[in-house]
């Protein structure tokens, strides 16, 4: 496994692999859900990139950039044995510049749910992927679904900017107890972890009433609601969308999406389920 830090080497050794690319980013901390994008990405493609980037533009101010868990020598260590051919780890100057473009993430999408919590959250990221598919050029590029609406915008830049790349979005991988992965998750004490249950716990809830036959997006709301104010230590929202982001009043089967965004402790977490 080669692993390049600076962006104009990677674009060289880019050109010159004949085959097909498969491209995962990610922020590092890898666990088992970036593995699973790292498998998929290996079983499709000839060649995978890995990119481990901590990207301060999609973090603002006062949110926990400083803190965020590195753990390069243990990634470095994951990438190998999953089979990754290039580990790219761009140093700061190598990928942003003085005065540079901005990409912006579209006015209702991406200032809605995640984004009006984090407004501008989305521009940087937006931003930082379009920069990794310029450089990698990659034939297929792997998101997981716990990010439904980053995934959602990534997919949508595509369109928008006539990008060559195939985004394929991949289950969300869960703990036994049912706790999405995620590298945040390194936060939670023993007993918030047990607390964080109550979102796959309220999501779980909400999918069994559509199973049930309620399809009444209020209703559902106000059940999780209730079951999620028990556990978490503020509520952000729970949100029932259509596939693409909009609001909806009664689920559409095979359409719709049921997100959930909470603090327990310090911490903020996000989980969903694609009905
Ligand atoms: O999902 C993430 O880890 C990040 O948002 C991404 C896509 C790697 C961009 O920094």
């Given at each position: 496994m080669e692993i390049i830090k600076d962006a104009k080497e990677l674009k060289k050794i880019r050109k010159n692999l004949k085959g097909s690319v498969g491209f995962v980013p990610t922020m590092g901390a890898l666990h088992d859900g970036h593995l699973s994008l790292i498998k998929r990405a290996r079983e499709e493609n000839d060649f995978v990139i890995v990119s481990i980037f901590v990207n301060p533009t999609q973090f603002l101010e006062g949110e926990d950039l400083d803190k965020y868990p590195r753990k390069e020598q243990a990634d470095i260590e994951i990438c190998k044995r999953a089979g990754v051919d290039i580990l790219f780890m761009p140093t700061i100057n190598s990928i942003y510049f003085k005065d540079e473009l901005k990409i912006l993430a579209p006015q209702i999408r991406g200032y809605i749910l995640e984004g009006a919590k984090r407004p501008g959250h989305f521009d940087g990221v937006l931003q930082i992927v379009m920069k990794l598919f310029n450089i990698t050029t990659p034939n297929r590029a792997y998101f997981g679904k716990k990010d439904a609406q980053q995934l959602a915008l990534i997919t949508q830049m595509v369109h928008d900017y006539f990008l060559d790349v195939e985004i394929i979005p991949c289950e969300i991988v869960r703990d036994e107890n049912g706790l999405a992965l995620s590298?945040?998750?390194?936060?939670?004490?023993k007993e918030e972890k047990k607390r964080a249950l109550s979102l796959s716990q309220a999501l779980k809830l909400g999918a069994n009433m559509v199973a049930k036959g309620i399809l009444n997006v209020k209703a559902i709301k106000e059940a999780m609601e209730k079951e999620l104010l028990k556990s978490v230590?503020?509520?952000d929202y729970v949100a029932i969308v259509n596939r693409a982001f909009e609001e909806i009043e009664q689920v559409e089967i095979g359409n719709t999406i049921i997100l959930v965004a909470a603090y327990v402790g310090t911490t903020r977490l996000i989980d969903n389920i694609w009905i």
């Amino acid at each position: 496994m080669e692993i390049i830090k600076d962006a104009k080497e990677l674009k060289k050794i880019r050109k010159n692999l004949k085959g097909s690319v498969g491209f995962v980013p990610t922020m590092g901390a890898l666990h088992d859900g970036h593995l699973s994008l790292i498998k998929r990405a290996r079983e499709e493609n000839d060649f995978v990139i890995v990119s481990i980037f901590v990207n301060p533009t999609q973090f603002l101010e006062g949110e926990d950039l400083d803190k965020y868990p590195r753990k390069e020598q243990a990634d470095i260590e994951i990438c190998k044995r999953a089979g990754v051919d290039i580990l790219f780890m761009p140093t700061i100057n190598s990928i942003y510049f003085k005065d540079e473009l901005k990409i912006l993430a579209p006015q209702i999408r991406g200032y809605i749910l995640e984004g009006a919590k984090r407004p501008g959250h989305f521009d940087g990221v937006l931003q930082i992927v379009m920069k990794l598919f310029n450089i990698t050029t990659p034939n297929r590029a792997y998101f997981g679904k716990k990010d439904a609406q980053q995934l959602a915008l990534i997919t949508q830049m595509v369109h928008d900017y006539f990008l060559d790349v195939e985004i394929i979005p991949c289950e969300i991988v869960r703990d036994e107890n049912g706790l999405a992965l995620s590298s945040r998750n390194a936060y939670l004490s023993k007993e918030e972890k047990k607390r964080a249950l109550s979102l796959s716990q309220a999501l779980k809830l909400g999918a069994n009433m559509v199973a049930k036959g309620i399809l009444n997006v209020k209703a559902i709301k106000e059940a999780m609601e209730k079951e999620l104010l028990k556990s978490v230590d503020k509520l952000d929202y729970v949100a029932i969308v259509n596939r693409a982001f909009e609001e909806i009043e009664q689920v559409e089967i095979g359409n719709t999406i049921i997100l959930v965004a909470a603090y327990v402790g310090t911490t903020r977490l996000i989980d969903n389920i694609w009905i």
